[in-house]
C-alpha cells in the first residue's frame, strides 16, 4: 500500500482528471471538496481506507440529498480505481459506497405555447421604434439559447466575431474544453448581426458588459424578467430551462437521440436521454407504425 499521503494521492488523481478525461474545472472543484471532506472525516486516512470505514462514511451522509450522496459516491469510486489502477492499493474498496440510485430529476422544460409567448414579448419590443440596443440585445440571446441549445457560459463568452451571417454555424468550446459545431439558424444570424451593430469593433465578446462579457447571473436576469413580461411564471424559466427546450422539442420532432445528444455537447448519452421523457408519443408512435408487429395490428 502507497506511503503517499491523501493530499498528495487527490493532486495526482485530479491531475489525472484534468489530462485524460477532459473534466471541467466545476468536475474537479467538486471531486476536490468531496475527497478533502472525506479525507477530514476519515482523520486522513482516505487512501488507505478499507470496506468498513467507507460504509461508516457513507452511513454519515444518510441526511444529504440523493443526489449529493451519488456525487460524493462517484467520486470516491473513481479515486479509488486509480488508485488501484496506479499500483496505490492492492485492492479497490469502492463497493461498500452507497449506491443511491439515478434518481435524475427530470429537466424543466417549456410547451411550444411557453416559447411562442416568449418571442411574442420580443416582438413586441422589437416593433417599437426606434428599437432598443438592449432589446436587439436580449433577441440575441434568446435566440441562441432556443435556437441552438447553447449553455449559459458558452452563450455570454461567445468572441465578438465567433457568428458569421454568412455560415450557418459557430463552434464553441463547452465542458472540459471539448469543441462542437453548433448549428445557427438564419433568424439566430439575423439577430446577432442587429445586435452587433452597437457593439464596438474594439470589444472582444459579442455581449459586453463593462471590462468583460455579460455575466451568468445577468442574463439569468435578463431571462426572468421577459418570462414575467410574455405571462410565463419566472420560476419555470432560465437560460438552461431554454437550452433543455432546445432539445426536447427537437426530440419531439423527431430528432435522432444521437445528433441532439452531439447538438447539446453531451459526452454520455445516458446525459441526452433524460430528456426521452416529453418525448413518449412520438417514440410510441415510431414504434407503432416502424415495427412489423405495430403494423399489422
Same mark, same amino acid.
Given at each position: 500500500?502507497?506511503?503517499?499521503?491523501?493530499?498528495?494521492?487527490?493532486? *495526482?488523481? &485530479?491531475?489525472?482528471? +484534468?489530462?485524460?478525461?477532459?473534466?471541467?474545472?466545476?468536475? &474537479?472543484? %467538486?471531486?476536490?471538496?468531496?475527497?478533502?471532506?472525506?479525507?477530514?472525516?476519515?482523520?486522513?486516512?482516505?487512501?488507505?481506507?478499507?470496506?468498513?470505514?467507507?460504509?461508516?462514511?457513507?452511513?454519515?451522509?444518510?441526511?444529504?440529498? #440523493? !443526489?449529493?450522496?451519488?456525487?460524493? !459516491?462517484?467520486?470516491? *469510486?473513481?479515486?479509488?480505481?486509480?488508485?488501484?489502477?496506479?499500483?496505490?492499493? !492492492?485492492?479497490?474498496?469502492?463497493?461498500?459506497?452507497?449506491?443511491?440510485?439515478?434518481?435524475?430529476?427530470?429537466?424543466?422544460?417549456?410547451?411550444?405555447?411557453?416559447?411562442? #409567448?416568449?418571442?411574442?414579448?420580443?416582438?413586441?419590443?422589437?416593433?417599437?421604434?426606434?428599437? %432598443?440596443?438592449?432589446?436587439?440585445?436580449?433577441?440575441?440571446?434568446?435566440?441562441?439559447?432556443?435556437?441552438?441549445?447553447?449553455?449559459?457560459?458558452?452563450?455570454?463568452?461567445?468572441?465578438?466575431? %465567433?457568428?458569421?451571417?454568412? *455560415?450557418?454555424?459557430?463552434?464553441?468550446?463547452?465542458?472540459?474544453?471539448?469543441?462542437?459545431? $453548433?448549428?445557427?439558424?438564419?433568424?439566430?444570424?439575423?439577430?446577432?448581426?442587429?445586435?452587433?451593430?452597437?457593439?464596438?469593433?474594439?470589444?472582444?465578446?459579442?455581449?459586453?458588459?463593462?471590462?468583460?462579457?455579460?455575466?451568468?447571473? #445577468?442574463?439569468?436576469?435578463?431571462?426572468?424578467?421577459?418570462?414575467?413580461?410574455?405571462?410565463?411564471?419566472?420560476? #419555470?424559466?432560465?437560460?438552461?430551462?431554454?437550452?433543455? %427546450?432546445? !432539445?426536447?422539442?427537437?426530440?419531439? +420532432? +423527431?430528432?435522432?437521440?444521437? $445528433?441532439?445528444?452531439? &447538438?447539446?455537447?453531451?459526452?454520455?448519452?445516458?446525459?441526452?436521454?433524460?430528456?426521452?421523457?416529453?418525448?413518449?408519443?412520438?417514440?410510441?408512435?415510431?414504434?407503432?407504425?416502424?415495427?412489423?408487429?405495430?403494423?399489422?395490428?
Amino acid at each position: 500500500m502507497t506511503a503517499l499521503s491523501d493530499h498528495a494521492l487527490i493532486d *495526482r488523481f &485530479l491531475e489525472m482528471m +484534468g489530462a485524460e478525461s477532459g473534466a471541467a474545472r466545476n468536475t &474537479l472543484a %467538486a471531486y476536490r471538496s468531496d475527497l478533502q471532506l472525506a479525507s477530514a472525516t476519515l482523520d486522513r486516512g482516505l487512501a488507505a481506507a478499507d470496506a468498513v470505514a467507507l460504509q461508516r462514511l457513507g452511513d454519515g451522509w444518510t441526511s444529504l440529498a #440523493r !443526489a449529493t450522496v451519488a456525487r460524493k !459516491a462517484a467520486a470516491l *469510486r473513481r479515486f479509488y480505481a486509480f488508485l488501484a489502477d496506479e499500483g496505490h492499493r !492492492a485492492d479497490d474498496p469502492g463497493a461498500a459506497l452507497p449506491r443511491p440510485g439515478a434518481g435524475r430529476s427530470l429537466p424543466k422544460t417549456l410547451s411550444h405555447a411557453d416559447v411562442d #409567448r416568449l418571442f411574442s414579448a420580443l416582438a413586441e419590443r422589437l416593433a417599437r421604434v426606434p428599437v %432598443a440596443p438592449l432589446d436587439l440585445r436580449l433577441a440575441a440571446l434568446v435566440e441562441l439559447l432556443y435556437g441552438s441549445g447553447l449553455r449559459a457560459t458558452e452563450l455570454v463568452s461567445l468572441p465578438r466575431q %465567433a457568428i458569421n451571417p454568412d *455560415r450557418p454555424y459557430t463552434i464553441v468550446k463547452g465542458k472540459g474544453g471539448r469543441e462542437r459545431l $453548433v448549428p445557427l439558424s438564419d433568424r439566430a444570424r439575423a439577430a446577432v448581426a442587429a445586435w452587433r451593430a452597437h457593439v464596438a469593433d474594439d470589444r472582444p465578446w459579442l455581449f459586453p458588459s463593462g471590462t468583460a462579457h455579460l455575466s451568468r447571473i #445577468r442574463l439569468y436576469q435578463l431571462i426572468k424578467a421577459l418570462a414575467a413580461e410574455a405571462g410565463v411564471p419566472p420560476d #419555470r424559466v432560465s437560460p438552461h430551462v431554454l437550452r433543455h %427546450a432546445f !432539445a426536447t422539442h427537437l426530440l419531439e +420532432g +423527431g430528432a435522432d437521440l444521437r $445528433v441532439v445528444q452531439t &447538438l447539446l455537447g453531451h459526452a454520455d448519452i445516458a446525459t441526452t436521454q433524460i430528456y426521452t421523457h416529453v418525448a413518449g408519443d412520438r417514440l410510441r408512435e415510431v414504434v407503432e407504425t416502424k415495427h412489423p408487429l405495430g403494423r399489422k395490428s
